[in-house]
């Protein structure tokens, strides 16, 4: 049967690599960090990772490491089984307890991934009587959870209060609604107005969700997200998020939100119910990771340096970079090939990055995603200038 489908499948990858949207992966000899060794291909050899999520550097942290090896002869390395059968831990019941406590809600409940978490929430929540209101650039797991979803689903332009407002007036007959926004859209570094939200949500009695995966750990005076970014910790119904960015970088996902929901989601939420336990090793690290928030600052205000210096320096020298104070840092090219080439001079140079263009960003708005970390040096970030600087003149040559 297969051979009848090998050519079209050929065919389709044909397509993809002639559009200049094939993404090749780079293979990492190294843990993850400010530095990392790429192995193979033509630009092998140690370069300056300014790609990853590992916003606080805490990926490779000592005692983020300790505490799983920890873990490992504690805890074992895997459950081998869903949770409401013999696949909760103490140490599971302490995470959610601790992210429910950090994040200011009533409960949460861990999924493998935020996608998962994402997956989970709108089938369990909504049906035909429900409408569900989503940002237009809202992660595609978000996307996905609604298609899973019989609610009626309407869709609000990128941080558009106007737009919004209308989506809420057109769905007043809904029994539930539910306005749904990323907190940190993760293509432009941007950050939702969730005063605002919660302001029309009180007004239009509609509940709030938040996926603040590229906000939590770091975001806000405490690294507690865009809630406590915007004062409004009381006000969101659910707080979806990762372990696998700031804290941390394994992988793992939550839901924190009211008690009722949590409880829901706990008999009748899909992915959880038959997916496998997050393993124990990143439930226990998690937990370091928490302590090491919530005893310093220094690894947030290290973040925020290394954010303004490498937004100062790069406008400085004449580059478009999207306006914010966010570790996310796009830095404009426009077209997607030069892009893509841009990248690769600036491997050559030493430092990792990836060009981003349509699907992934709109015809037309290419650019290279630049993510700053704590683990960067101040030397880290001017030499990355420097090569972005060197790369464009050979670029433009």
């Not at 780079?26 to 993850?32: A, D, E, M």
């Not at 074992?76 to 949770?83: F, I, L, P, Q, T």
């Not at 369990?124 to 609604?146: C, M, P, Q």
């Not at 939550?254 to 090793?281: C, G, H, T, W």
Request: aromatic share 6%; proline share 3%; glycine share 8%.
């Amino acid at each position: 049967m297969f051979n009848s489908v090998r050519q079209d499948i050929q065919s389709t990858l044909a397509e993809i690599t002639e559009a200049g949207l094939f993404k090749p992966e780079r293979v990492i000899g190294s843990p993850q960090s400010a530095a990392v060794t790429v192995t193979g291909g033509g630009q092998a050899g140690e370069v300056l990772n300014f790609c990853a999520n590992n916003y606080l550097g805490l990926a490779d942290h000592p005692e983020v490491v300790a505490a799983a090896k920890e873990a490992l002869d504690r805890w074992g390395y895997g459950m081998a089984s869903v949770r409401f059968i013999c696949g909760t831990q103490d140490v599971h019941k302490e995470l959610e307890a601790r992210l429910s406590a950090f994040l200011g809600q009533e409960d949460t409940i861990l999924y493998s991934s935020c996608f998962d978490a994402n997956g989970g929430v709108f089938e369990t929540l909504l049906d035909e009587r429900d409408a569900v209101i989503s940002d237009a650039l809202n992660h595609a797991s978000i996307i996905d959870g609604i298609r899973l979803s019989k609610a009626r689903r309407l869709r609000y332009a990128n941080r558009d209060l106007t737009e919004l407002e209308t989506r809420l007036k057109e769905s007043q007959d809904a029994r539930r609604r539910l306005i749904v926004t990323d907190g940190v859209f993760s293509m432009d570094g941007y950050v939702a107005p969730l005063r605002e939200i919660c302001d029309l949500a009180d007004r239009y009695d509609a509940m709030v969700m938040v996926d603040d995966s590229h906000a939590v750990g770091f975001v806000g005076p405490n690294g507690r997200g865009t809630p406590e970014l915007h004062g409004v910790m009381d006000r969101v119904d659910i707080i979806t998020g990762t372990l696998g960015k700031a804290l941390g970088g394994a992988s793992g996902g939550y839901v924190a939100a009211r008690a009722e929901i949590v409880a829901l989601l706990r008999q009748r939420s899909r992915p959880y119910l038959f997916s496998n336990s997050l393993a124990p090793v990143i439930a226990a690290a998690s937990l370091k990771v928490l302590d090491l928030l919530e005893t310093s600052h220094e690894l947030r205000e290290q973040l925020r340096a290394n954010t303004a210096l490498f937004r100062t320096k790069m406008t400085e020298v004449g580059f478009d970079v999207l306006p914010g104070d966010h570790p996310i840092a796009p830095v404009m090219v426009g077209d997607a090939a030069k892009a893509g080439r841009l990248a690769e001079l600036l491997l050559e140079r030493g430092v990792y990055v990836i060009g981003f263009s349509y699907p992934v960003v709109p015809h037309g708005q290419a650019r290279i995603r630049v993510q700053l970390s704590a683990a960067h040096s101040t030397d880290d970030v001017e030499r990355v200038v420097a090569a972005f600087v060197s790369a464009r003149e050979q670029l433009d040559a």
